[in-house]
């Protein structure tokens, strides 16, 4: 790709959009695949949440993101308090959502 900085982390690739690039990722999401073709991860902008299936669409999406954030986790690190914290968090969250929404 002709437009990846040499980034400040040996494991990381930045890429700089151009202002064409920038402005359709504004407006859209971002996908990313692998040279094979693989999916990896999607980046989406938060959606208005019109629709009861605007904010499932969204929730998909962000919880795909941290499944892929999590894949890309070496097994052997240890997470600072703070972000097991706000994984419980989310966790709890998404647990009561799914309660309610068999209870219904």
Known sequence: MDNTITPR???SCIIK???FQ???FQQSRL???SPEGKFLTVVTRPLPNKTDDDAIYQLYCQ???LET???GINENVKLPQWAVNG???VIDRID???KKQASM
């Open 9 to 11: 982390f040996p494991n």
């Open 17 to 19: 959009l151009d202002q």
């Open 22 to 24: 920038y402005t359709f």
């Open 31 to 33: 996908e990313i695949h």
């Open 63 to 65: 919880a795909y993101l």
């Open 69 to 71: 954030v999590f894949d």
């Open 87 to 89: 994984i419980a968090r």
């Open 96 to 98: 009561l959502h799914l």
